[in-house]
DNA sequence: CGTATCCTTGATGCCTCTCAAGACGGGTGG
DNA sequence: CCACCCGTCTTGAGAGGCATCAAGGATACG
């Protein structure tokens, strides 16, 4: 039915993790922001980042609902999904993150998790104790801003969900996703129109607030109609202009 | 059809707003965490409060899209509603805020609002400069720590709410809709069971992510299956116990 | 007392979900 | 190296929940 080309697979998505080859994370970025202010302890900072590298497998739980909070993640490579439950144990994925983004910063002043986050891939994450944060934000004015301001990123990217969710239909669902991914990957400077997606179609189904085979239909249709070429996680974007379009901000 | 008795009207909604009798307000709450730690900058704090009083008649808006940052609003008594915009116009309600509660901190860290909040009646509020905020926050950690605290909580409200979009029926959303506020009238010592709604069924069915038509129709659903008395905004919870089982956490 | 706004109800259609079955690919063990 | 298996992806058919369109009724306001 479609040509199924095999397609280079250049970039991200983290099929290889290792930690030379890895880009920087956000912690890194946060600290940057820092330099000059105090370098000596900036350098503790690093050292603590280091020092607490951890690995997670496929699936593995960075942190569950009702656990005590105990520390910020910023993913060094890989990826994860963070969602939400009901009592009756439906599911909401409330965002992905990917390879240089952080997690776990929504509930920092909760005594405990309300969400649960889940690595989607082997995944390389640098844990950062609450204590660490907290002794450093006391110090340094400019962490202080910028754990605000990450915080507040965080609820713009939920009130853009809240949109989607609440007012878009399936096609500017699935574009809106596409592109969210396309900026991302560009700001880490990968391919913006190749990548690999490392959750699975149900997973995006979730996400998007519509049935796992509604998400392979529009996949489908989007490729017939020459906005990208897709072999199961793998995509290729044809036509960004006409995805934003579709996607109506 | 359905009987229409007059409903005696209790309280909450804010038809009656009157600065004297209006309850206390969320910078009061951040400022009582305060106290012992200083007392003075405390009561400066809240002079500042009391001189930056304003009313808004409905309609008003409080912040729009694109505008700079300037402060953060305490509703002393009144309503609003907060939302965000597609590129073509369509809105997303994101949150009502009465009386006693903040609003306008999820953009603290940005330059520029990406949401814009409009009263939903004659509304006063406290108006908080941002500089008069940073700099008590310089002061006091307290003050910090409460900061973080209220943008996680926002945080989780949004989580909520992307649960109810992306996972609930109609009946389910209007249910938890109606506790809600349930809660948080029994949280300012107001009935949890009769209380008016001061918005429209167009912004709630906006909110909810269904049409006006749907709202309605479960409204009167709900009611002739005995949750519930409804004329118009005023409502009258009959089955707390049937409602939190139908609106499934 | 007229008009605008909001609320309510009915009829109809469609978008998306659900159920079902098959295809594909990666990994494992013989 | 091949066969097998299981999870994931894909496609089809049918049903249903909710949106849309339409119109009448109630209420508030000037």
Same mark, same amino acid.
């Given at each position: 039915?479609?040509?199924?080309?095999?397609?280079?697979?250049?970039?991200? +998505?983290?099929?290889t993790c290792s930690p030379i080859t890895c880009g920087d994370c956000g912690i890194y970025g946060l600290c940057r922001e820092v330099n $000059?202010? +105090?370098?000596?302890?900036?350098?503790?900072?690093?050292?603590?980042?280091?020092?607490?590298?951890?690995?997670?497998?496929?699936?593995?739980?960075?942190?569950?609902?009702?656990?005590?909070?105990? =520390?910020? @993640? =910023?993913?060094?490579? $890989?990826?994860?999904?963070?969602?939400?439950?009901?009592?009756?144990?439906? %599911?909401?994925?409330?965002?992905?993150?990917?390879?240089? *983004?952080?997690?776990? /910063?929504? #509930?920092?002043?909760?005594?405990? @998790?309300?969400?649960?986050?889940?690595?989607?891939?082997?995944? %390389?994450?640098?844990?950062?104790?609450? *204590?660490? !944060?907290? #002794?450093?934000?006391?110090? %340094?004015?400019?962490?202080?801003y910028q754990m605000l301001k990450i915080l507040s990123q965080e609820i713009i990217d939920n009130q853009d969900l809240m949109l989607l /969710?609440?007012?878009?239909?399936?096609? *500017?669902?699935?574009?809106?996703? !596409?592109? &969210?991914?396309?900026?991302?990957?560009?700001?880490?400077?990968? &391919?913006?129109?190749?990548?690999?997606?490392?959750?699975?179609? &149900?997973?995006? $189904?979730?996400?998007? +607030?519509?049935?796992? *085979?509604?998400?392979?239909?529009?996949?489908?249709?989007?490729?017939?109609? $020459? !906005?990208?070429?897709? #072999?199961?996680?793998?995509?290729?974007?044809?036509?960004?202009?006409?995805?934003? !379009?579709?996607?109506?901000g």
């Open positions: 039915m479609m040509p199924k080309r095999p397609m280079a697979a250049q970039n991200a +998505g983290g099929e $000059g202010t +105090g370098a000596a302890a900036d350098l503790r900072l690093l050292e603590t980042i280091v020092r607490n590298r951890k690995l997670f497998k496929r699936g593995e739980l960075l942190y569950r609902v009702g656990e005590p909070v105990r =520390a910020i @993640y =910023a993913i060094r490579c $890989g990826s994860a999904k963070s969602y939400v439950l009901t009592n009756d144990g439906r %599911m909401q994925v409330t965002g992905f993150h990917v390879t240089g *983004e952080l997690l776990g /910063l929504g #509930a920092l002043a909760t005594d405990h @998790y309300t969400s649960e986050a889940r690595v989607l891939e082997t995944t %390389m994450v640098c844990e950062v104790p609450l *204590e660490v !944060l907290e #002794a450093y934000s006391e110090e %340094m004015p400019n962490v202080r /969710l609440g007012k878009k239909n399936a096609d *500017e669902r699935l574009a809106t996703f !596409l592109l &969210s991914f396309s900026r991302r990957f560009q700001k880490r400077s990968y &391919s913006p129109t190749l990548f690999n997606l490392s959750m699975s179609r &149900s997973d995006i $189904g979730n996400y998007l +607030g519509m049935a796992e *085979e509604t998400v392979c239909r529009v996949f489908t249709r989007f490729q017939d109609d $020459g !906005l990208l070429i897709t #072999a199961r996680r793998q995509v290729q974007l044809l036509d960004l202009d006409r995805l934003r !379009l579709i996607s109506r």
